[in-house]
């Protein structure tokens, strides 16, 4: 069973660092691309970034460029987003995302989302 779990959200003060951790399991990590995707309330879902499957390549949203970091552990099967000196921001719901194939069945997964509020 393919499963993505995210962790690392929380509270965060403002000027203060997130990291944010998907450990993944139930498909061969190493062989697939992953993604990050976040949802504020009362809104739809915002690509955030992904990274390849060899962590070679890496690709952001012109909203995150350059104040984002995402990275992977193909020993460890996850990926990890980070960011340092959070500005105060409204909540946001962050999700890992993959597209995995599965007995020839290619499907999306999603884990369950962790939650990150910026405020003092």
């Known amino acids: 069973e393919v499963q993505l779990v995210e962790s690392g959200g929380g509270l965060v003060q403002p000027g203060g660092s997130l990291r944010l951790s998907c450990a993944a399991s139930g498909f061969t990590f190493s062989l697939y691309a992953m993604s990050w995707v976040r949802q504020a309330p009362g809104k739809g879902l915002e690509w955030v970034s992904a990274?390849?499957?060899?962590?070679?390549?890496?690709a952001y949203a012109d909203s995150v460029k350059g104040r984002f970091t995402i990275s992977r552990d193909n020993a460890k099967n996850t990926v990890y987003l980070q960011r340092n000196s959070l500005p105060p921001a409204y909540p946001a719901v962050y999700y890992c995302n993959a597209a995995i194939t599965i007995a020839r069945v290619r499907r999306n997964y999603w884990g369950q989302g962790t939650q990150v509020t910026v405020s003092s």
């Open positions: 990274i390849a499957d060899s962590g070679v390549s890496t």
